[in-house]
């Protein structure tokens, strides 16, 4: 049990870390294209950050299937209930921040990757994806 968490915990943590760390990359590249704080953002680079939220968050999801070793799958979909019940955290604590219909759209993007991160590593795991090496 408490390696679950603690492979949720830091899938989590993964996610975050990568994400905050390609926000700032683009925000340096890009900073006029990043909307402010009440903004509506503009399609291409939500679109953008939807796909960077996938990316992190099948990094995260696989990282979490990684440290719990057993039941991957279950353990992207459990990072990915955590990144959505959390998720829904900003706009309840902050509804002015964005637009409540992106913000959903990157929380479900993140919780979407990382239920592809955990079948990523539990299909990679799988005995019948490993190759027979008995002879």
């Given amino acids: 049990m408490a390696r679950s968490i603690l492979a949720v915990f830091t899938g989590y943590a993964t996610t975050l870390a990568v ?22 953002p503009a399609l ?11 990316c992190c968050g099948t990094l995260g999801g696989w990282v979490a299937a990684i440290i719990a070793g057993r039941r991957q799958f ?15 955290l900003k706009p309840l604590l902050a509804p002015e921040a964005e637009p409540l219909w992106s913000h959903l759209t990157l ?13 990523i590593s539990a299909r990679r795991n799988s005995p019948v994806s490993q190759p027979n090496r008995a002879n």
Wanted: hydrophobic share 60%.
């Fill in 74 to 88: 279950q353990h992207g979909i459990a990072l990915g209930i955590v990144i959505v019940l959390l998720g829904l």
């Fill in 44 to 54: 291409p680079i939500l679109s953008v950050v939807a796909v960077l939220c996938v």
């Fill in 107 to 119: 929380v479900i993007a993140a919780a979407i990757g990382s239920v592809l991160g955990g079948r």
């Fill in 19 to 40: 994400f905050v760390a390609a926000y700032l990359v683009m925000l340096k590249w890009f900073p006029d294209d990043v909307p402010q704080p009440g903004s509506t």
